[in-house]
């Protein structure tokens, strides 16, 4: 199997790098079951990050017939205004570069799930993907993600099927671990909790089993 993170100008290190160790130290537990590329839509480049500059190397393009992950970071900057230094303007450029026609293709295909940690869901809001979709993303941008049109859960991880968001940018760990437990099997994702010495956070949501009834 084979995991791609997509990069792109501006995108959040931590939310690219923490699912990124966990898939790869799983990977190597399970003898090579799975695979980790960093990619971006251009193909093999150095990709600037934020908050800090760091650029960090994209090995390939997006690959829709070998990947069965594609996981998408957020972008870190100011939350409000319209700077080129913003949130919203970064994920906006991302979407520019023709990468939501690949991200439409991803959701259509079977056998491929998408992930997002963080800011990655509003990428997909962004691009008019969500509608009727059930996800989380950053609580301080959840009513952004309401307004594409998206179920919007208040949830560490929203299970959607094919679709897998993770809100607050440490949540990227938590995905990482539970898309090892649904890929690989729980075995495995125990021995990356025990490397790491980390331990998932709260439950997974799904629509599953008794409808939660408000208090």
């Not at 760990?173 to 125990?190: F, K, N, Q, S, T």
């Amino acid at each position: 199997m084979l995991a791609q993170i997509v990069l792109f100008d501006g995108f959040d290190l931590l939310d690219a790098l923490a699912p990124y160790e966990v898939l790869w130290a799983g990977g190597d537990i399970a003898g090579g079951a799975l695979q980790v590329e960093l990619v971006s839509f251009e193909g093999a480049r150095e990709v600037p990050s934020t908050p800090t500059g760091m650029l960090v190397k994209a090995t390939g393009r997006i690959d829709l017939e070998r990947a069965d992950l594609l996981i998408l970071p957020g972008a870190a900057g100011s939350q409000g205004g319209s700077g080129p230094g913003s949130i919203p303007a970064l994920l906006a450029n991302a979407v520019g570069t023709g990468l939501s026609d690949v991200l439409e293709q991803a959701l259509a295909k079977p056998g491929l799930t998408v992930g997002t940690v963080c800011g990655g869901s509003m990428l997909l809001g962004m691009a008019g993907l969500l509608k009727g979709r059930r996800a989380t993303t950053n609580h301080a941008a959840l009513e952004a993600l309401k307004d594409t049109g998206a179920d919007v859960i208040a949830a560490r991880i929203v299970d959607d099927g094919n679709l897998v968001t993770a809100a607050g940018v440490t949540s990227g760990l938590d995905l990482g671990v539970y898309l090892l437990e649904r890929m690989v099997g729980p075995r495995v994702a125990h021995g990356v909790e025990a490397l790491f010495q980390f331990e998932r956070r709260g439950t997974v949501w799904r629509a599953q089993g008794h409808e939660a009834l408000a208090w």
